[in-house]
């Protein structure tokens, strides 16, 4: 009440100065109250959001060098904050998403905290020396940047998961999970993240998914992007933490998605028989370009819907069969002693590749490659599930964190895997 009375008596200061001194009624000790309060309170959250002090913004790594005609070019332009957010399990500044778009031709989301209307990271699990502060990170930085190519009306579709990102919204802060091999320390207990967002095009409504209370929650997608943002705070008891899944639809996570034609996609839990369903791109309009100009591999189904399998690139040509190793990767993932894979295309002198796959596994685990392979073997067809399979410690990725399956090399037989 005492800020109240402050401002009544600014009020009235202002009114003598004008020539008006008749005595106003205190509005407040009225019903009014139930409208003023929370007016008072949203400005006090504004304040408190614009109170976190600036520090030195996000920086790419050093040496990182970008080539405007090649990989994903260059971003151009300051990009576009997208009108959706999501409280964090702490509170603090709400996390938000902001699309942007590269020189070669690719839509990207970026995902970071949110103070007066710059996108960022805060200061804390292990990032910026734990200074409390707000870091900006402009459009160029390609940290938490995840790109796909547009489609023929420059409509971009993304889906991404991240298990046990850092709540700064930093993952070079902290590390999920202990690694000897990476020199960060692990992040402090309830402070990760399960983040799931991207955009699902202009045909989306809305979407559904459980909370951290096992409630089901409908959002609103934003429109014309259908951008959508779910942060729940990571499961202590989840093993498998410390990646991200980049995709292209929703097929894990969420629950359904619903469309502007009235028609519901419900998401197949992944670990039952048959695994994720993915939901279509409606809306895709296909680019007027060469069919091998994106390098991207998709499948039409019975309703004339698109699905994006993979990279031409990444495909594995098993004695005439197609092999998509993100399938594959998707069947290992439902492992709970999995925390990530690579699958690559060996040589073979009568089939002429074969199916391998390099396996990270969550500290601790048990499991062995036989183990892993009998897994896998149940949920994909015979002729695709890896006849090689490997554990390594770490897979090689670049700067942005995607993992680089051109440089997963398969050791000696007997050595390390079978």
């Not at 410390?242 to 639809?249: E, N």
């Not at 680019?287 to 004339?304: E, M």
């Not at 399938?327 to 894979?341: L, N, T």
Request: proline share 6%; glycine share 12%.
């Amino acid at each position: 009440m005492r800020v109240l009375d402050e401002l009544e008596r600014d009020i009235a200061r202002l009114a003598a100065e004008a020539g008006d001194v008749r005595r106003r009624r205190r509005w407040w000790r009225s019903g009014t109250l139930v409208i003023a309060l929370p007016l008072a309170l949203a400005a006090a959250a504004v304040a408190a959001t614009s109170a976190i002090l600036t520090g030195e913004p996000v920086k790419n790594p050093p040496g990182l060098q970008l080539n405007p005609k090649a990989g994903l070019g260059v971003i151009v332009g300051s990009g576009k904050l997208l009108d959706v957010r999501a409280a964090d399990p702490d509170g603090g500044p709400d996390w938000a998403l902001r699309m942007v778009k590269t020189s070669r031709g690719l839509g990207c989301v970026q995902l970071g905290r949110l103070v007066d209307g710059k996108l960022g990271v805060l200061g804390r699990d292990g990032a910026f020396g734990n200074d409390g502060k707000f870091h900006e990170r402009g459009a160029q930085i390609l940290q938490q940047t995840d790109c796909q190519q547009t489609d023929g009306a420059g409509h971009v579709f993304i889906a991404m998961t991240y298990q046990g990102l850092p709540a700064s919204g930093d993952a070079t802060g902290c590390i999920a999970r202990a690694n000897t091999r990476l020199p960060r320390p692990v992040c402090p207990p309830g402070s990760l993240r399960t983040i799931y967002y991207g955009l699902l095009g202009p045909q989306a409504k809305a979407l559904t998914y459980r909370d951290a209370n096992d409630t089901i929650v409908r959002q609103r997608v934003s429109r014309p992007e259908g951008a959508y943002l779910v942060v729940l705070p990571t499961d202590p008891k989840r093993r498998n933490i410390g990646y991200y899944s980049p995709g292209v639809t929703p097929a894990t996570g969420l629950r359904s998605v619903e469309y502007r034609d009235g028609s519901v996609c419900r998401i197949i839990n992944a670990q039952r028989l048959g695994g994720a369903r993915h939901c279509p791109l409606k809306g895709f309009i296909a680019p007027n370009v060469s069919p091998i100009s994106s390098g991207d591999l998709a499948t039409k189904d019975a309703d004339g819907y698109y699905f994006i399998v993979g990279r031409k690139k990444d495909m594995i040509i098993r004695g005439g069969y197609n092999v998509y190793p993100r399938e594959i990767e998707d069947a290992f993932s439902e492992h709970e002693a999995v925390a990530e894979v690579a699958v690559i295309g060996l040589q073979h002198a009568d089939l002429g590749e074969d199916v391998g796959a390099a396996v990270v596994l969550t500290p601790g685990a048990d499991v062995s490659v036989e183990q892993l392979q009998a897994f896998v073997k149940e949920r994909v067809a015979a002729y695709k599930y890896p006849r090689r399979v490997w554990i390594v410690d770490e897979l090689p990725k670049d700067p942005s964190g995607k993992i680089l399956r051109r440089e997963v090399v398969a050791p000696e037989r007997g050595a390390g895997g079978r």
